[in-house]
Nanobody, 120 residues
Framework: QVQLVESGGGLVQAGGSLRLSCAAS????????MAWHRQVPGKQREMVAA???????NYADSVKGRFFISRDNAKNTVSLQMNSLKPEDTAVYYC??????????????WGQGTQVTVSS
């Protein structure tokens, strides 16, 4: 089995910064893309930032220039540095990994989510 565990959420004032981290563990052969998504009640989950195993990144327009995604392939971790936070960034943030399982199949795994609240 594969588990993703997130940490780093919390409450911050507008203009502040937070760093989210996610660690994948279990029967992992390798990990392809890793990403952060977020969701607010009543809305669809949206991709915030993604990074390939080679380090190429992609960001939602709403966070470009403020959020930065990085990963450590040796440790199977991904982080999201969030700067200049806005109240509209308030959401539950989820880590996602496209994993090649030790048995050879590929599957997407999600973390349990971590709450980020930005006060105005």
């Amino acid at each position: 089995q594969v588990q993703l565990v997130e940490s780093g959420g919390g409450l911050v004032q507008a203009g502040g910064s937070l760093r989210l981290s996610c660690a994948a563990s279990g029967s992992i052969r390798s990990i392809n893309d890793m990403a952060w998504h977020r969701q607010v009640p009543g809305k669809q989950r949206e991709m915030v930032a993604a990074v390939t195993s080679g380090g190429s990144t992609n960001y939602a327009d709403s966070v470009k220039g403020r959020f930065f995604i990085s990963r450590d392939n040796a440790k199977n971790t991904v982080s999201l540095q969030m700067n200049s936070l806005k109240p509209e960034d308030t959401a539950v943030y989820y880590c996602k990994a496209n994993v090649i399982h030790a048995l050879g199949y590929r599957a997407n795994y999600w973390g349990q989510g971590t709450q980020v609240t930005v006060s105005s």
